[in-house]
């Protein structure tokens, strides 16, 4: 499947998008001729709090560089006010939204801030870190969908795509991690079930080791990892689940990007289809109807 004009004039915002999965992500949209409105904290190279390279208007001009439009909004996930102002400017301006994906994180800054890191038990975790994961991550997951319901139920084909990984089923260190993962997959679910009357769909998805910012960055410990996926190939996928007019059948499942990417026909940039690490990681062999048939899932 090839997803380039596959959204032309259709209307999608990518939040936490300076960087990482979240740049991917609007990438991939703006490939495929989307209009993105690309949010993220750092509007000045060089000043982000994690010490990684990116801004949200380098991200908006590279969705219009593929071939879609990006427009930038600076603001912070954690500000309420700004998003219920992103949300009415997108009202103002384009009359509904068609893609919702919601990819704001924090917590990884310890990872590249120059702070000691403390890999311990999470009795001699900071507060910080649950803080940050829960408020950056799914308190602005919740509070971005519910505003902007209103918006994706005016799409005739609705969409909101939650970033999880498998740490919502198995235990990945830190506590604070998998649980903010678990609740981000059941908040997927249960506004599918809001959601599905009104023909939108909502999903929970998993990348897998994404080569972004930070994990070059850290790259010395990845060095046995051959499995690895660009941030355009997980922006691919969510297009094409964008792009497809039977997405509803999908809504309130938690979806591997490998795996959905093989049933679409999607590969990386580099013309490979990275496999599915959902054997390695859980035990459980994928499903054959994610295998790879090229047959939509």
């Known amino acids: 499947m090839d997803t380039r004009g596959a959204l032309t004039g259709r209307i999608a915002l990518v939040t936490g998008a300076s960087r990482g999965v979240g740049r991917g992500i609007a990438r991939?949209?703006?490939?495929?001729?989307?209009?993105?409105?690309?949010?993220?904290?750092?509007?000045?190279?060089?000043?982000?709090?994690?010490?990684?390279?990116?801004?949200?208007?380098?991200?908006?001009?590279?969705?219009?560089?593929?071939?879609?439009?990006?427009?930038?909004?600076?603001?912070?996930?954690?500000?309420?006010?700004?998003?219920?102002?992103?949300?009415?400017?997108?009202?103002?301006?384009?009359?509904?939204?068609?893609?919702?994906?919601?990819?704001?994180?924090?917590?990884?800054?310890?990872?590249?801030?120059?702070?000691?890191?403390?890999?311990?038990?999470?009795?001699?975790?900071?507060?910080?870190?649950?803080?940050?994961?829960?408020?950056?991550?799914?308190?602005?997951?919740?509070?971005?969908?519910?505003?902007?319901?209103?918006?994706?139920?005016?799409?005739?084909?609705?969409?909101?795509?939650?970033?999880?990984?498998?740490?919502?089923?198995?235990?990945?260190?830190?506590?604070?991690?998998?649980?903010?993962h678990a609740a981000i997959d059941r908040l997927a679910k249960d506004m599918a079930e809001e959601l599905r009357p009104h023909g939108v769909a909502s999903v929970a998805l998993y990348p897998g080791i994404v080569l972004t910012e930070s994990v070059l960055h850290n790259i010395e410990y990845f060095q046995d990892e051959t499995n690895l996926e660009t941030p355009l190939f997980v922006g691919r996928t969510v297009a094409a689940l964008a792009a497809d007019p039977r997405v509803l059948r999908l809504t309130g499942r938690p979806l591997v990007a490998a795996e959905i990417a093989a049933a679409y026909g999607i590969t990386d940039e580099n013309g490979v289809l990275p496999a599915s690490n959902r054997e390695k990681i859980t035990g459980v062999p994928v499903p054959p109807f994610e295998q790879g048939d090229q047959a939509t899932p």
């Open 28 to 180: 991939g949209l703006g490939e495929a001729g989307a209009t993105v409105y690309v949010t993220g904290r750092t509007t000045v190279e060089g000043t982000a709090p994690s010490g990684m390279p990116g801004t949200v208007h380098a991200t908006a001009e590279q969705v219009t560089e593929l071939g879609g439009r990006g427009i930038a909004v600076p603001l912070d996930a954690g500000d309420d006010s700004a998003l219920e102002a992103l949300i009415a400017r997108i009202d103002a301006e384009q009359g509904r939204l068609d893609v919702l994906v919601n990819s704001t994180w924090g917590g990884y800054e310890r990872f590249t801030d120059g702070s000691e890191f403390n890999p311990g038990p999470f009795w001699e975790q900071p507060r910080s870190l649950w803080d940050s994961m829960h408020r950056i991550g799914l308190r602005a997951h919740y509070l971005t969908s519910s505003l902007a319901a209103p918006l994706l139920l005016r799409s005739d084909r609705g969409l909101i795509v939650s970033l999880s990984s498998f740490a919502a089923t198995v235990f990945v260190p830190p506590v604070a991690y998998g649980v903010a």
